[in-house]
């Protein structure tokens, strides 16, 4: 099992920046992989950016290239996602979540942080 906890949500108005924090826990040698996902009222939750622990190769969605950017601390078991020029569109629950295997599904998932950007 691996335990995740997300922090660093909060209200930003249009522009503004927020940077969430993702600490896994418990046996995150089996992680190959972390991602961040997000799910607005209404929608469906969505792919927004994920990084590999070993090599640190990082993807994005298209709707958040250029604004926000995956990071790691393998010392601290962290991950994290910054988020600058922020939108009122990006307003939703983040999510951190850890995958086991190269590709496929993830296996752990945080219990989100609510991120509202006004505009």
């Known amino acids: 099992q691996v335990q995740l906890v997300e922090s660093g949500g909060g209200l930003v108005q249009a522009g503004g920046s927020l940077r969430l924090s993702c600490a896994a826990s418990?046996?995150?040698?089996?992680?190959?992989?972390m991602g961040w996902f997000r799910q607005a009222p209404g929608k469906e939750r969505e792919f927004v950016a994920r990084?590999?622990?070993?090599?640190?190769?990082?993807r994005y969605a298209d709707s958040v290239k250029g604004r926000f950017t995956i990071s790691k601390d393998n010392a601290k078991n962290t991950v994290y996602l910054q988020m600058n020029r922020l939108k009122p569109e990006d307003t939703a629950v983040y999510y951190c979540?850890?995958?086991?295997?190269?590709?496929?599904?993830?296996?752990?998932w945080g219990q989100g942080t609510q991120v509202t950007v006004s505009s």
């Open positions: 418990g046996r995150t040698f089996s992680s190959y992989a």
């Open positions: 990084i590999t622990w070993s090599s640190g190769l990082a």
């Open positions: 979540a850890s995958r086991c295997g190269t590709v496929g599904d993830y296996d752990f």
